[in-house]
């Protein structure tokens, strides 16, 4: 006569394979986590849909080669009369330099010359982006001004958006610029996969740094941190962080709306903000 199995051997069975499944789900997420990365961190486009003459503004296009052979696609668009000064740009993660005409537009309005650049892998610009192309790109871009518009570095306005701010912040570290502005950045790579992730040890997983915590204390000039409490990306810890660890001078311009938002939501804040940074730190 057949007996049925004990519940508790059954029972025993099937949480034993439930824990298996469930173990080999969570050890093949965290390995295509591993994997796939860069994926999860750049989220380039190759297309250029719109150029700074669309919004009349005259630039030169050009193609820049880095320290390590990569083309990069900048943009230059000059002051209509003598510049107060010059702002290179590090956009975010997504997209490509398209996406940033709102800084040409809001800078040219202030007298400044602008160089918008894109990163390799981005727009037309040649490769695949990694974090220490990204500063390479960047390194690229700075020093073409120095070298072929004769821009001093006590005219240069370093600023970064989202993941360009860290960008910035490593440009700012390694050089002298007049003034570095972050824009809605994080204080590292690692810091915003753990808010993100909270049930995997993303930080032992992480390949990529970029570290703006560290660059931030690093960096001799003045510093403008701006950054939202409604970013639902980039948590506005974040950005009172960074703006703790920077060294005086330095100010903290708060503005609303989120994390892709912020800037045209909180236009008038936003631009009455730089205006008194740059006016401040001449």
């Known amino acids: 006569m057949f007996k049925p199995a004990p519940a508790k051997k059954t029972f025993k069975k099937y949480m034993v394979s439930f824990l298996t499944v469930a173990c080999g789900v969570y050890f093949g997420i965290l390995l295509l986590m591993f994997l796939f990365q860069s994926k999860m961190i750049y989220f380039p486009t190759r297309g250029i849909v719109c150029t700074p003459a669309d919004t009349r503004l005259e630039f030169e296009d050009l193609m820049l080669k880095t320290h390590d052979g990569v083309k990069i696609n900048t943009w230059y668009v000059p002051a209509r009369n003598p510049a107060a000064g ?45 974090e220490k192309g990204t500063y390479y790109d960047a390194q690229t871009a700075y020093d073409w001004l120095m070298k072929e518009k004769k821009i001093p570095e006590r005219e240069i306005v370093v600023m970064g958006r989202s993941l360009g701010g860290s960008i910035a912040a490593n440009l700012a570290k390694d050089n002298s610029p007049r003034l570095l502005i972050l824009e809605s950045s994080f204080t590292s790579t690692p810091d915003v996969a753990a808010d993100a992730y909270r049930i995997f040890p993303v930080r032992l997983l992480c390949r990529y740094k970029y570290n703006t915590l560290d660059y931030i204390g690093k960096i001799k000039c003045p510093v403008l941190v701006i950054h939202s409490p409604d970013d639902e990306i980039i948590p506005y810890s974040h950005g009172k962080k960074l703006f703790s660890s920077a060294k005086e001078p330095k100010e903290f311009l708060q503005i609303r709306g ?13 631009i009455e903000g730089l205006k008194k940074f740059l006016e401040e730190h001449k």
């Open 86 to 130: 010059t702002v290179i740009f590090c956009h975010g993660n997504g997209g490509n330099m398209c996406y940033s005409l709102d800084v040409a537009e809001n800078f040219s309005k202030m007298n400044y010359n602008v160089l918008l650049f894109d990163y390799r892998g981005y727009g037309k610009s040649e490769g695949s982006p990694s």
């Open 258 to 270: 989120g994390h892709n938002e912020g800037f045209d939501d909180s236009k008038e804040i936003y």
